[in-house]
């Protein structure tokens, strides 16, 4: 196993150009090798961005490397913050198959508009709104959608009776 911190104190003292190229691409390539191990433990998986990402930042804040901590300490960090920020996002993030919410929409709400109609009104629809409408059709209750929306139980029920509405109109 390469020592992260060796190379970067190699880097440090590097005294030409060349030397410095020589030890920052030995030390990106170390990086990669770390961040890739830390996407599969938090993750499961290698994620090429990720681990991109976390070296890019790292070596763009080579500057900032205060010397506090071991540099492998430093990098890692950098590594599992990337990922907690990519989880975090990608939570947040719900992609809803229009053509699984179509057909069960118009079972739901006895809507008569054509499907083509309906497609280009869910396009329309807000994320939340979306949201709400594969949330429902995936059985959970009101008390559920509320604690995944941050909503109380009664403006999930406000919120479903305006879209209700709004797609019937």
Known sequence: MVDEN???AQ???AATEGERTQWRGELIQALQTHAAAVCV?????VRSDL???AVFQAV???DSFRGESKFSTWFHRIAINTCLDWRKWYSRRREVDLG??????IEIESALLPRIELEQLMRDLSV???DLIAMKLDGQ???EIAQRLKLTREGVKSQWKRLRRRLAS
């Open 60 to 62: 763009r804040g080579l």
């Open 100 to 105: 699984a919410v179509a057909e069960p929409l």
């Open 128 to 130: 939340e709104d979306r």
């Open 51 to 53: 681990v991109d990402a």
């Open 11 to 13: 880097l440090k003292s």
């Open 6 to 8: 060796l190379l970067y």
């Open 141 to 143: 209750s009101d008390t």
């Open 41 to 45: 433990k938090q993750l499961g998986s």
